[in-house]
Nanobody, 117 residues
Framework: QVTLVESGGGLAQPGGSLRLSCTVS????????LNWYRQVPEKQRELVAT???????NYADSVKDRFTISRDYGKNAVYLQMNNLKPDDTAVYYC???????????WGQGTRVTVSS
Protein backbone atom coordinates (compact mmCIF):
# COMPACT_ATOMS: atom_id res chain seq x y z
CA GLN A 1 0.00 0.00 0.00
CA VAL A 2 1.45 3.31 -1.12
CA THR A 3 0.16 6.52 0.41
CA LEU A 4 0.90 10.15 -0.33
CA VAL A 5 0.09 12.92 2.13
CA GLU A 6 0.30 16.57 1.11
CA SER A 7 0.58 19.61 3.33
CA GLY A 8 1.45 23.27 3.08
CA GLY A 9 -1.44 24.78 1.18
CA GLY A 10 -3.23 27.91 2.29
CA LEU A 11 -3.80 31.53 1.46
CA ALA A 12 -1.11 33.72 -0.07
CA GLN A 13 -1.11 37.21 -1.52
CA PRO A 14 -0.11 37.82 -5.12
CA GLY A 15 3.68 37.86 -5.26
CA GLY A 16 3.91 35.72 -2.16
CA SER A 17 5.27 32.22 -1.62
CA LEU A 18 4.11 28.86 -0.36
CA ARG A 19 5.86 25.52 -0.01
CA LEU A 20 3.94 22.31 -0.52
CA SER A 21 5.16 19.03 0.91
CA CYS A 22 4.27 15.47 0.02
CA THR A 23 5.38 12.50 2.09
CA VAL A 24 5.43 9.10 0.39
CA SER A 25 5.12 5.88 2.34
CA UNK A 26 4.80 2.24 1.36
CA UNK A 27 6.67 -0.38 -0.59
CA UNK A 28 7.43 0.88 -4.10
CA UNK A 29 8.97 -1.79 -6.28
CA UNK A 30 9.08 -0.13 -9.66
CA UNK A 31 10.79 2.96 -11.02
CA UNK A 32 8.66 6.05 -10.65
CA UNK A 33 8.31 9.78 -11.18
CA LEU A 34 6.91 12.20 -8.64
CA ASN A 35 4.62 14.91 -9.94
CA TRP A 36 2.62 17.86 -8.75
CA TYR A 37 -0.70 18.48 -10.47
CA ARG A 38 -3.32 21.13 -9.90
CA GLN A 39 -6.99 21.36 -10.65
CA VAL A 40 -9.61 24.08 -10.68
CA PRO A 41 -13.35 23.40 -10.90
CA GLU A 42 -14.61 22.27 -14.30
CA LYS A 43 -11.12 21.96 -15.74
CA GLN A 44 -8.85 19.00 -16.30
CA ARG A 45 -6.08 18.29 -13.86
CA GLU A 46 -2.92 20.07 -15.02
CA LEU A 47 0.63 18.75 -14.68
CA VAL A 48 2.68 21.44 -12.95
CA ALA A 49 6.06 19.87 -12.19
CA THR A 50 7.86 16.53 -12.43
CA UNK A 51 10.82 15.02 -10.61
CA UNK A 52 11.84 11.95 -12.55
CA UNK A 53 13.44 8.78 -11.28
CA UNK A 54 16.71 9.93 -12.83
CA UNK A 55 16.62 13.24 -11.02
CA UNK A 56 15.61 15.54 -13.84
CA UNK A 57 12.89 18.14 -13.42
CA ASN A 58 10.28 19.53 -15.79
CA TYR A 59 7.79 22.34 -15.44
CA ALA A 60 4.68 23.63 -17.10
CA ASP A 61 5.35 26.85 -19.00
CA SER A 62 2.93 28.69 -16.72
CA VAL A 63 5.07 28.05 -13.63
CA LYS A 64 8.59 27.94 -15.08
CA ASP A 65 11.03 30.21 -13.23
CA ARG A 66 8.54 30.59 -10.35
CA PHE A 67 8.07 27.06 -9.01
CA THR A 68 10.75 24.57 -7.98
CA ILE A 69 10.25 20.87 -7.36
CA SER A 70 12.71 19.04 -5.13
CA ARG A 71 13.14 15.75 -3.29
CA ASP A 72 14.41 14.64 0.06
CA TYR A 73 15.32 10.98 -0.40
CA GLY A 74 15.96 10.46 3.28
CA LYS A 75 12.49 11.65 4.24
CA ASN A 76 10.81 10.12 1.18
CA ALA A 77 9.33 13.50 0.42
CA VAL A 78 8.83 15.79 -2.54
CA TYR A 79 8.33 19.54 -2.31
CA LEU A 80 6.98 22.32 -4.47
CA GLN A 81 8.35 25.75 -3.70
CA MET A 82 6.02 28.32 -5.24
CA ASN A 83 7.25 31.89 -5.55
CA ASN A 84 5.78 35.00 -7.11
CA LEU A 85 2.33 33.48 -6.83
CA LYS A 86 -0.44 34.72 -9.08
CA PRO A 87 -4.23 34.50 -8.72
CA ASP A 88 -4.21 31.99 -11.60
CA ASP A 89 -2.22 29.63 -9.37
CA THR A 90 -5.30 29.19 -7.20
CA ALA A 91 -6.20 25.49 -7.31
CA VAL A 92 -6.17 22.24 -5.42
CA TYR A 93 -2.68 20.78 -5.73
CA TYR A 94 -2.16 17.03 -5.85
CA CYS A 95 0.95 14.97 -5.35
CA UNK A 96 1.23 12.03 -7.75
CA UNK A 97 3.49 9.01 -7.96
CA UNK A 98 3.55 7.59 -11.47
CA UNK A 99 5.03 4.21 -12.32
CA UNK A 100 5.36 4.26 -16.11
CA UNK A 101 6.43 0.61 -16.52
CA UNK A 102 3.27 -0.89 -14.99
CA UNK A 103 1.60 1.69 -15.45
CA UNK A 104 0.13 2.77 -12.14
CA UNK A 105 -0.68 6.03 -10.37
CA UNK A 106 -1.05 6.95 -6.74
CA TRP A 107 -2.54 10.23 -5.58
CA GLY A 108 -2.59 12.31 -2.47
CA GLN A 109 -5.75 13.86 -1.08
CA GLY A 110 -4.92 17.33 -2.37
CA THR A 111 -4.12 20.61 -0.68
CA ARG A 112 -5.84 23.88 -1.53
CA VAL A 113 -3.86 26.94 -2.56
CA THR A 114 -5.61 30.29 -2.77
CA VAL A 115 -3.84 33.37 -4.10
CA SER A 116 -5.77 36.51 -3.37
CA SER A 117 -5.30 39.98 -1.99
Amino acid sequence: QVTLVESGGGLAQPGGSLRLSCTVSGNILSWYNLNWYRQVPEKQRELVATFTGTGTTNYADSVKDRFTISRDYGKNAVYLQMNNLKPDDTAVYYCNLHQPLIPRDYWGQGTRVTVSS
